[in-house]
């Protein structure tokens, strides 16, 4: 059952190059921010020393490493990604069935084994950075972003993950087809007013909430702000009110 509490709901991206940086930034937001993404840049620098940063200060971890190989290497990374005891982890939906239903046993067979909580699964399903002429033209996919996106997490579902990674617009459809139950993670969140950066679809944070969000990840609005606690404090507070 996804977290209620929007401090729980609320997922910062750790999006730095190095350990100390990370550090700095769950110091100011220590009892603000309650989980936190661990992506490719810091992973890469720093490894699972990272994870282990953020679960000895109480947060929760979602690895952000969208695995993406054949179904027996795709099943290792996420048996080592439950070891780690992660909140949540991902992988892309268009690996196919056979590699999602791999994700998903594996997850299921070593929080198992561990004696830990099963890691929620999550699919990938369109990259926010591509558009339907990238989609149509160069991946020969005929249909729209939305489209191939709800086909992916449809996939995701019943290869037995446990929600999708899906951009603000993609909330509605994607909640209406897959029920309640479906995790939805949604990145591109920008609170009214500020810089949309390289994000394309964006949504305030209310209206992730109201279309039907679990979680919001939340980068740069946080960790680039001259004073993020304040910033991460009017995020929840629009998230409480939504
Ligand atoms: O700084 P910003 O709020 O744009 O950060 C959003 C985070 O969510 C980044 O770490 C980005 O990699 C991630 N993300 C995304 N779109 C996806 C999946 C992940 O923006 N579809």
């Known amino acids: 059952m996804p977290a209620r509490n929007p401090k729980d709901r609320l997922i910062v991206a750790l999006d730095m190059e190095s350990l100390a940086q990370a550090e700095a930034l769950l110091d100011r937001l220590q009892g603000v921010v309650g989980a936190w993404k661990i992506g490719s840049q810091l992973f890469t620098a720093s490894g699972p020393m990272a994870v282990e940063l953020v679960q000895k200060r109480g947060g929760a971890v979602f690895?952000?490493?969208?695995?993406?190989?054949?179904?027996?290497?795709?099943?290792?990374?996420?048996?080592?990604?439950?070891?780690?005891?992660?909140?949540?982890?991902?992988?892309?939906?268009?690996?196919?069935?056979?590699?999602?239903?791999?994700?998903?046993?594996?997850?299921?067979?070593?929080?198992?084994?561990?004696?830990v909580a099963k890691p929620l699964c999550l699919a990938v399903t369109v990259l926010t950075s591509l558009d339907r002429a990238c989609l149509q033209r160069?991946?020969?996919?005929?249909?729209?972003?939305?489209?191939?996106?709800?086909?992916?997490?449809?996939?995701?579902?019943?290869?037995?993950?446990?929600?999708?990674?899906?951009?603000?617009?993609?909330?509605?459809?994607i909640r209406n087809a897959l029920g309640r139950e479906w995790v939805i993670v949604t990145p591109g969140v920008r609170p009214a007013g500020s810089e949309a950066g390289d994000q394309a679809r964006v949504a305030t944070p209310e209206a992730a909430i109201r279309a039907g969000a679990d979680y919001l990840v939340v980068g740069r609005p946080i960790t680039a702000a001259p004073d993020p606690k304040a910033a991460a404090t009017a995020i929840l507070e629009a998230m409480a009110k939504a």
Not at 160 to 172: F, N, Y
């Open 63 to 115: 690895l952000d490493l969208k695995f993406h190989d054949i179904p027996n290497t795709v099943a290792g990374a996420v048996r080592e990604a439950t070891r780690m005891r992660v909140l949540m982890l991902n992988v892309h939906a268009s690996g196919g069935s056979a590699m999602l239903r791999a994700a998903a046993e594996a997850a299921r067979q070593a929080a198992r084994e561990f004696n």
């Open 138 to 173: 160069e991946l020969n996919v005929p249909l729209s972003v939305e489209g191939h996106a709800l086909h992916l997490a449809k996939l995701a579902k019943d290869a037995g993950l446990d929600g999708s990674v899906s951009a603000p617009q993609e909330i509605r459809a």
